[in-house]
């Protein structure tokens, strides 16, 4: 039973209950929930307040309705990215893992470096820099929105790349005649906001995994700056880490 007079509303307190048995492992992946009746029964709740904390947890990507069948947790396979010592991009991290995925180029335009750029990249106020923008489809679903900023002093030519068959790190080593040393990178829990939501085709309210990377080539001299909003309920990142000796 939920409490009416918390003052977390019950739509909320609904969604929350379900988002916890889903996590336990109390309900699992590809089963059927309760009805929204017998939601009603156990907590004591409206039909409006069920119905309004079911939509929030398919908005999220958690649950799934199918019209006469009933309301099911969704059966996805996650993709893992591995996080550890070896330094792979998100194209070679699939192929690595035989998933078929499609990258579709929205837009690829050549900018002035503003401060913060330069600041990231070591470069000069003004400065060319390739800004690309991409989406990455599994099974004609968007996993990924992709934003890179790269400087084209240490790359002539990279705009003039496919990036719809061609992959960023080895188009940067090919074109700038450098390997590719290390990164740094940041992740965090966001909110996907109206047009990162769009783009991923969830609700602007769902949850994204956003990583922050900074790209560097072997002699320490930064090459790209990046960002990457991954769907939350397809990406997962994965380490193996040994116990210190």
């Not at 939601?39 to 709740?45: D, K, V």
Request: some cysteine; hydrophobic content about 40%; overall charge positive.
């Amino acid at each position: 039973m939920l409490k009416p007079v918390s003052s977390i509303p019950l739509h909320t307190q609904v969604a929350n209950y379900i988002r916890e048995k889903i996590y336990n492992r109390e309900w699992e992946v590809g089963e059927k929930i309760p009805t929204e009746f017998e939601l009603c029964e156990a907590l004591g709740m409206s039909r409006g307040s069920i119905k309004r904390g079911i939509s929030i947890l398919v908005k999220e990507g958690i649950l799934i309705q199918h019209r006469g069948r009933g309301t099911f947790v969704v059966n996805r396979n996650t993709i893992s990215h591995p996080s550890g010592n070896t330094l792979l991009s998100f194209a070679e991290s699939l192929k690595a893992q035989n998933i078929d995925f499609k990258t579709r180029v929205l837009s690829k335009e050549i900018i002035s470096a503003d401060f913060f750029i330069s600041e990231k990249l070591f470069i000069s106020v003004g400065d060319p820099v390739l800004l690309l923008k991409r989406v990455r489809c599994v099974e004609d679903e968007p996993i990924m929105y992709i934003e890179n900023r790269v400087s084209l002093a240490h790359c002539p030519g990279l705009d003039k790349v496919n990036f719809e068959d061609e992959a960023l790190f080895q188009s940067i080593e090919k074109c700038s005649g450098k390997k590719i040393g290390f990164s740094r990178a940041k992740y965090a829990a966001k909110v996907a906001g109206e047009q990162r939501g769009n783009i991923l085709q969830i609700d602007e309210s769902a949850p994204v995994l956003h990583l922050e990377q900074h790209i560097f080539y072997s002699d320490n001299t930064p090459t790209e700056w990046g960002n990457v909003w991954l769907r939350a309920n397809r990406y997962v990142v994965g380490t193996v880490l040994l116990r210190a000796q």
